[in-house]
Each structure stands twice: as structure tokens, then as C-alpha cells.
């Protein structure tokens, strides 16, 4: 059984684990935190180090978590967080990031993501993250939530192809990029972070998915995990504040779905067969 992590490649040529880590609801619950310290720090010993977060995750909670749990330990992990759209402004980007690092206790961010598109022009937001990478706040920087016509336009700016990454809704109910977003960003090597990989829990459910899981004496999350680690340059991220959980979903990487397996979940939830807007949570 291999159990070695697969790996996604960057247009930098930094290469990440290709199974992340989530952090969206942590640090809203102070009773919680113990749970999702160790979370987070299982998810760095099982080399999950892909840590996803947000200026907008529990109001900056979650960054303060995620800070508490790499103390001693930032250089294990690739650590990614958001601008919201309404700071994406040259100034207020910069001001944003730099809040983030101080609730994550660090002096710089792995990658930095326009959150989704919102009024500010992508070339004050393109400006800014260049002037961070400059400044070595940030190493790489990309985008979420963005559609094909979203990337040509962020392509048509200034410096618009130094994006790394779109991180997007991808999971088996949530097919539709692979249409043309997710061939588009694989011929520019730009890694697509599939957010809500198991549907927030509600794949989990799925008595086809539970019959499927069953024969490889394995879970639902791993089958719907093992789905997307799959396709070449895409990178989940499940989020979960349970140790035995995160282990589960590292275990994913050992599940081989074969060929028949694979047309079975086409069959079951079924690819794009036209363009579909994008999808967003
Ligand atoms: P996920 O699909 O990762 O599901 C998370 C939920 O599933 C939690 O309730 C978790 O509970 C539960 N869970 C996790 N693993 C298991 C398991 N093996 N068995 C049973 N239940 C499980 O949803 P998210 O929306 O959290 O997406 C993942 C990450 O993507 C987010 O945390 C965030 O970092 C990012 N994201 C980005 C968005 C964007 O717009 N860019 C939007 C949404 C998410 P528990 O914690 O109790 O285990």
C-alpha cells in the first residue's frame, strides 16, 4: 500500500504535498481550540502542510489558531491565507496581509489569495501582491473563486501570470470546472485548491458513495477524497477539527481507485458535458 503523498507542481517550481488542510469555522469557539490546535499540528506530522485560511475565517480566529498551532513549527508548513474582496485595494491589500501575518505570528505568507472578485480593479490587487512578494511577505500569490473568463482577464493585467493558484468548489457534486476551468489552469500549471471536498460533510451520506467506500474497507471521505488526488495539479483541502478525522483523510492517499471505479462515480455523479458557471459556497 503506498501511502506517499502525490504532489502539485506551481509555475515557480515549488512543489506542494497535494493533500491540504482547511481551517473555515476554526477560532470561532474558544472551547474548540485545543481540538483544532492538534488538528492542525496532526495535519503537519502526516504532511498534510498545505494550511488554508482566511482574513475572513471566524473574523481573524481562525488565522489565530492556525498561528498558535505553527508556533515552533512555520517552516513544515505551506501556509496560505485570503484578502477579502472589499480590502483587495493596493493599500488595503497590503494593510491586510500585514494584519494577517500578525495574527498568524509570522513574517510571511507561503501564498496569498484574492478571496473572489469584488469593485477594486485586479491591477490594484496584482499591484500589491507584487509589491509584497518584493517586500518577501508573501512567496507566491493566486486567486479564488475565479471562472475562465475571471483568469484571461486577470491574465490581461500587468504581471497577471505570476498567479500560482485558484482555489475553487471542486468535488463529486461539484463537477463542472472540469469542462474548462480546470484543463485551463492545468495547461498553465496554476494549481486548482479544491475547496468543500467532501461537501461540507454532505457527501457523506451518499448511500452509493458508503457502498463503494465499503468495498475498499475505507470511508466515504476517502473515496471522495481519493476522486480529486486523481486529477493532475489538484490539491484539497479538507478541513476537519478531529484528529482521528484528519488521519482518515491522510489514508485517502492510499486508496487506488481503478478504471472501473472511476466510470462507476461518472455514472453516479456525472462530469460536465457543456459549460457551467462557476459554483461558489
Ligand atoms: P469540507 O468539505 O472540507 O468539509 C468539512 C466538514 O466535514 C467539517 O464539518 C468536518 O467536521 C467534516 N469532516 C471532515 N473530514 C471528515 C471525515 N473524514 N468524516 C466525517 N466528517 C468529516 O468543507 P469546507 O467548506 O471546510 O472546505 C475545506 C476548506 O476549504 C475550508 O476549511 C477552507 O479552508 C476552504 N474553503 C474556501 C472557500 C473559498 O471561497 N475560497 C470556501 C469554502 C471553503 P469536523 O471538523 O468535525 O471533522
Redesign the pocket.
Known sequence: MDDTLPTVSLPSGITLPALG??????GEDGAKAKDEIA?IGKALDLGMTVI???EM?GNGG?EKITGAALQGRRDEAFLVS?VLPWNASLKGTIQACEDSLKRLGTDHLDLY?L??RGDHPLEETVAAFERLRREGKIREWGV??FDVEDMEELFSVEHGHNCAAN???Y?LTRRGIEFDLLPWCQQRNIAV?????????R??NNADLIHMAKAYQA????VALAFLLEREGVL???????VH??E??RAAVELDLTDEDLQRLDTLFAPPQRKQPLE??
Open positions: 488542510f482547511g481551517t473555515w469555522n476554526m488538528a488554508d485560511t482566511a475565517y481562525a485570503k489569495l478571496h473572489w479564488s473563486n482555489q475553487v468548489l468535488n485548491m479544491a475547496y468543500s471536498p467532501i461537501e461540507q460533510g457527501l457523506l470511508t466515504p471521505a476517502q484539497p483541502i479538507p478541513k476537519s477539527a478531529n478525522r484528519v482518515e483523510n461558489m459556497l
